[in-house]
C-alpha cells in the first residue's frame, strides 16, 4: 500500500488537545484509539490554508507564512537543524501572501499584488541559497497556481495560464529549437480559463464552459482517453499539446494528488481518475494492474452535494454543503482518521463523525485537516518520532482527530 504523500494545501499548529468523543463512520473513537495513525478547491482570500508534503506551509489571514516539518532542501524555507522541526517558525520575507502550495521539495505562494514566490529545489532556481523565497521573474497579475514536480501552473486575472520551472513532459508547451531560456512560458489556451491544477507530472485547465483540458505527462491515464495511453506504457510520453480530457462538464475546480485527480461540478458532483490503487478515487477496484487505473472519469456515488474537495498522495478528502467531512483511499499512516488497516485501501467514502462545523478541508502527504468555522483547526494522520506537527506529545503512529492551537499567537 502507498503512503499518504500529497500536494496540496493543510491547516497546522503546534499544541494539541484531543477533540472529545470524535469517531470516525467505522465506529472507532478517538478516545479509544490514540494508537496507529495538495491539492485542493481553492481557498478564500483571508482564510487560513496550508500545503504540505513532509514539510508544511500554514497561510494566516494577515498574509504571513508559517513553516514546519523537514527541511526539504530548503522546501520549509530554511537548511538549519534539526533536519525535522515539529515547530512553526514564520517566513520573514512573505507577508501578504494569499495562496500557498508545496509538493515534495519545493514550495510556492501567490502574493497580494499577483507576483509569485518560490522556493526549494526549482531548475530556474541557480543561485543559492534555495531556501529564500523568490519572485519568479516577469511572472505577474496571477490569481492562482498550481504546484508539481519541478514546475508551476499559474492562471492569470485575464484568464490565460503560464508554466514556470522545467519543460520536460511538454509541460510549457512545444517550444521553437533553440529558443531562449526563460523563467516561464505562456500556453495556447486562450483567456477563457478560470482554474489550473498539477499532479506530479501533468497540468490542468478549467475552462468557463467547465470542460477540462490538460498536458505533460499521460503516465496513469491523467490525460484520459484520448491521450490513447495504456497500462502497459511505462514511459511519460511527453504531450506538449493541451488536449480535452473526456467524460467531464460543468467543472469548477480539481483537486490533484500523486497520480489521481478530482473535479467537483457546479451542480457538487464529484469526478475522478487517474490511480485507483488504495480506493482514492472513490469507486469499486478493479482486479489487475490494468484496473487500478481509470481513464475516462468516473462519478463517485457515495457523496452528498459536494463544495469542497482535496486529494492527497493516495487519500482524498471531500465536505459537504453541511459541513460533514468524508475520506476515503489509503490509510496506511491513519489518513482516514482511524487506527484500523483497510486491505487495499478504502474506495467507500466514509464520514469523520463528530467533528465540529468544518469550512474547509486540506490533504498533505501523511496527514489530513479541516478548517473549523470557528477558524480553529483540527487534524490527523501520522505522527514523528521527534515530534509531531500536529503538536502531540506521544509517541504513537497515529494522531487522531485533534483541535490544534496557533503558533503565531503565542
Keep these: 500500500m502507498t503512503t499518504c504523500r500529497s500536494v496540496f494545501f493543510l491547516l497546522i499548529v503546534s499544541a494539541v488537545c484531543q477533540i472529545p468523543g470524535v469517531r470516525s463512520a467505522c465506529g472507532q473513537s478517538s478516545q479509544e484509539n490514540t494508537a496507529g495513525s495538495s491539492g485542493s478547491t481553492p481557498t478564500k482570500e483571508g482564510q487560513q490554508a496550508l500545503a504540505a508534503t513532509s514539510h508544511v506551509l500554514w497561510l494566516k489571514p494577515d498574509g504571513s507564512v508559517w513553516a514546519a516539518g523537514e527541511q526539504n532542501d530548503g522546501a520549509r524555507g530554511d537548511l538549519k537543524e534539526p533536519e525535522y522541526r515539529p515547530t512553526f517558525l514564520r517566513l520573514q520575507k512573505l507577508s501578504s501572501i494569499v495562496q500557498i502550495t508545496a ?169 475522478s481518475w487517474g490511480d485507483n490503487e488504495d480506493g482514492q478515487l472513490g469507486v469499486q477496484q478493479r482486479e489487475g494492474f490494468a484496473g487500478t487505473f481509470y481513464q475516462y472519469p468516473e462519478k463517485i456515488w457515495g457523496l452528498p452535494k459536494t463544495v469542497r474537495v482535496s486529494a492527497g498522495y493516495d487519500f482524498s478528502m471531500a465536505m459537504d454543503e453541511h459541513g460533514k467531512v468524508r475520506v476515503f483511499g489509503s490509510n496506511t499512516y491513519g489518513c482516514l482518521g482511524v487506527d484500523e488497516e483497510f486491505e487495499a485501501g478504502r474506495a467507500l467514502p466514509m464520514e469523520v463523525e463528530g467533528l465540529p462545523p468544518v469550512a474547509d478541508v486540506f490533504a498533505g502527504d501523511y496527514q489530513a485537516f479541516v478548517l473549523l468555522k470557528d477558524n480553529r483547526i483540527a487534524g490527523w494522520g501520522m505522527n514523528h518520532e521527534q515530534g509531531s506537527v500536529l503538536g502531540t506529545k506521544t509517541r504513537t503512529p497515529f494522531v487522531p482527530p485533534s483541535i490544534m492551537s496557533d503558533p503565531a499567537s503565542k
Design 103 to 271: 509538493r515534495d521539495n519545493a514550495s510556492a505562494a501567490l502574493d497580494k499584488d499577483g507576483s509569485v514566490w518560490v522556493w526549494g529545489m526549482f531548475d530556474f532556481l541557480n543561485e543559492e541559497p534555495r531556501e529564500n523565497p523568490k519572485q519568479v521573474p516577469g511572472l505577474q497579475n496571477v490569481r492562482r497556481i498550481a504546484l508539481g514536480s519541478d514546475f508551476l501552473v499559474a492562471l492569470r486575472h485575464d484568464g490565460s495560464i503560464a508554466v514556470a520551472g522545467t519543460d520536460h513532459n511538454g509541460l510549457r508547451g512545444k517550444q521553437p529549437e533553440n529558443a531562449a531560456r526563460s523563467p516561464f512560458s505562456n500556453m495556447p489556451l486562450g483567456n477563457d480559463n478560470v482554474a489550473v491544477g498539477a499532479t506530479l507530472d501533468t497540468a490542468f485547465a478549467v475552462k468557463k464552459d467547465g470542460s477540462v483540458w490538460g498536458w505533460g505527462s499521460k503516465l496513469g491515464a491523467l490525460l484520459g482517453r484520448t491521450s490513447n495511453w495504456s497500462f502497459l506504457d511505462r514511459e511519460k510520453d511527453p504531450t506538449p499539446v493541451p488536449i480535452k480530457v473526456a467524460g467531464l462538464a460543468d467543472v469548477v475546480s480539481l483537486a490533484c494528488g500523486h497520480r489521481h485527480v478530482l473535479a467537483l461540478t457546479r451542480k457538487g458532483d464529484v469526478y
